[in-house]
T-cell receptor, first 114, second 111 residues
Framework: EAGVAQSPRYKIIEKRQSVAFWCNPI?????LYWYQQILGQGPKLLIQ????????DSQLPKDRFSAERLKGVDSTLKIQPAKLEDSAVYLC????????????FGPGTRLTVT | GENVEQHPSTLSVQEGDSAVIKCTYS??????FPWYKQELGKGPQLIID?????GEKKDQRIAVTLNKTAKHFSLHITETQPEDSAVYFC??????????FGKGTMLLVSP
């Protein structure tokens, strides 16, 4: 089966610019996650969707980050405006359920903000 | 919220040796503890997990142990091979809540 797809793989922008990342989860997976992974650290959850509804966005900096999952399939994460500290790998993951279900990660998008 | 500490941050072993990575967690209600392996340029991949009703779980060369009283769990890799070289992350959750990851351990297995 096809894995989690993400694009672009790499992005370089200047601070105060905007950027968007796209994720297509494994077919049939109802739960979708966006994580931020700063160099040398573990993934940190930004937002979790169950179908097209938000389950947890408590760690999403809502003044600059937004995410949507229209039609409960693919998802877009946007940053506007970007800051230097947003430089990180943005990982998308999906699972067939919540909690004990395995999360399948995509390859990530490496964002560099200059 | 949950806090997960992971040690060591780097670990170098010779091929064939064993490797042990340890994690502690703060939330006594956590009951699900997965381990993920992340190779360079790839996303993390689940390699083994354990729930709090079990003290140990083994899958070929990989095993995980859990001590609920001390709130710590460990990953054991025996007969290490060069392809085991990667970054390993532990994580914890209350099952139906979100995962909290440790900071990772870079394992280097030298031939």
């Amino acid at each position: 089966e096809a894995g989690v797809a993400q694009s672009p793989r790499y992005k370089i922008i200047e601070k105060r610019q905007s950027v968007a990342f796209w994720c297509n989860p494994i077919s049939g997976h109802a739960t979708l996650y966006w994580y931020q992974q700063i160099l040398g650290q573990g993934p940190k959850l930004l937002i979790q969707f169950q179908n097209n509804g938000v389950v947890d966005d408590s760690q999403l900096p809502k003044d600059r980050f937004s995410a949507e999952r229209l039609k409960g399939v693919d998802s877009t994460l946007k940053i506007q405006p970007a800051k230097l500290e947003d430089s990180a790998v943005y990982l998308c993951a999906s699972s067939s359920g919540t909690g004990y279900h395995e999360q399948y990660f995509g390859p990530g998008t490496r964002l560099t903000v200059t | 919220g949950e806090n997960v500490e992971q040690h060591p941050s780097t670990l170098s072993v010779q091929e064939g040796d064993s490797a042990v990575i340890k994690c502690t967690y703060s939330d006594s209600a956590s009951n699900y503890f997965p381990w993920y392996k992340q190779e360079l340029g790839k996303g993390p991949q689940l390699i083994i997990d354990i729930r709090s009703n079990v003290g140990e779980k083994k899958d070929q060369r990989i095993a995980v142990t859990l001590n609920k009283t001390a709130k710590h769990f460990s990953l054991h890799i025996t007969e290490t091979q060069p392809e085991d070289s990667a970054v390993y992350f532990c994580a914890a959750s209350r099952g139906y809540s979100t995962l909290t990851f440790g900071k990772g351990t870079m394992l280097l297995v030298s031939p």
